[in-house]
């Protein structure tokens, strides 16, 4: 089977957790075949999230100072992200309960793009995030995020827009191989945020607009795998080399077609590809936020998490095929308001 440049909605990457076949054609100079790798459920939790009452939605919001972590001296190579119950079924706004975000941040590790002189940036390499549309990600074969043992800290935002408590957990499914495993290379991921550093929230008019966010790279590289995330309205980011200008991947949102989501945002597809382009210190790489909503929105997002295989070797691996076409907008099912996105400050 060939491999998949992108397109990877959350279901689709839940599948492909248990397929190999979509790790990138293997270059003859690469190490030989590996393990398979290891599969870790994580939860975190219980969370208690208190009822909305009246026009106060209710809210889980704190920083977690230890999260679970599936392994030690490990390549963490795919993960996947649910809201649940305890009985293991999802939990969505279809109840009431949405995943606002979840974020992950190694202690031993400085982030590359916010200092560790902030707030966000003190708490480590932003290495893993999730909002309620619950993008997942695999790298290709033969890369990994090394964890060593450090202390994860975690963001994470549950909204109950229900008027009842209710208890989840947030979900983890991970795989992972040993430090052991031969040829296997890490990668550093690198955020891009439309509002870096801070709360990641900006407003947006009603209507078509878009947001350019730029950061001069400290790492050269190939990038492997990138992914956005972007709130109701949002139509897509795009992530490109503006020195060279390469474009490299388009993250689209998907609407309508999951009943749970209520119309929200659903998925975001995901670029990956053992050399979805290259970028060298000092040249600029940017996010390219578009939206499109049926109102003025005080606070949406656009972040794309971007993973790079830091090395001087700018022509390994594959180029990537072009990209397929873009989904229809707007999308069937209209365009939803911001309403069940909403931050609660
Ligand atoms: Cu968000």
């Not at 209507?207 to 992914?227: E, H, N």
Request: with cysteine; net charge negative.
């Amino acid at each position: 089977m060939k491999p998949l440049r992108r397109s990877l909605p959350s279901v689709a990457v839940l599948l492909a957790l248990g397929a190999m076949s979509l790790a990138p054609l293997r270059s003859s100079a690469e190490p030989a075949p590996q393990p398979a790798p290891q599969t870790a459920d994580v939860r975190y939790g219980p969370i208690l999230v208190p009822p909305t009452v009246g026009d106060q939605p209710g809210e889980f919001n704190a920083v977690v100072p230890a999260m679970p972590m599936p392994c030690t001296n490990c390549f963490l190579t795919a993960t996947q992200v649910d809201l649940v119950f305890d009985d293991g079924k999802s939990a969505n706004l279809d109840q009431g309960l949405m995943l606002h975000h979840m974020v992950t941040f190694n202690s031993g590790r400085p982030d590359a793009t916010c200092g560790p002189n902030t707030p966000i940036g003190s708490l480590g390499e932003r290495f893993f995030a999730s909002g309620n549309e619950r993008t997942g990600g695999t790298l290709p074969q033969g890369f990994g995020y090394h964890y060593g043992a450090d202390r994860v800290a975690g963001a994470v935002e549950i909204m109950n827009h229900s008027t009842v408590p209710q208890v989840v957990f947030v979900r983890t499914q991970v795989r992972w191989v040993p430090d052991s495993t031969p040829g296997m290379q890490p990668v550093r991921p690198v955020w891009l945020d439309e509002n870096n550093c801070g709360d990641s929230a900006y407003p947006v008019t009603a209507g078509p607009s878009d947001k350019v966010w730029r950061w001069t790279s400290t790492i050269t590289g190939r990038v492997l795998l990138a992914a956005g995330h972007v709130h109701n309205g949002g139509v897509k980011i795009a992530l490109a080399n503006e020195t060279t200008g390469a474009h490299l991947c388009t993250s689209y949102a998907g609407y309508g077609t999951k009943p749970a989501y209520q119309g929200s945002v659903e998925s975001m597809t995901t670029c990956t590809w053992d050399r979805l382009g290259t970028v060298r210190k000092g040249e600029v790489l940017s996010i390219d936020t578009f939206y499109d909503p049926p109102e003025p929105q005080a606070d949406v997002m656009g972040i794309v998490l971007a993973y790079v295989y830091e090395t001087d070797d700018l022509t390994g691996g594959t180029p990537a095929p072009p990209e397929g076409p873009a989904p229809a907008w707007p999308p069937p099912g209209g365009v939803p308001s911001g309403h069940s996105h909403s931050h609660h400050h």
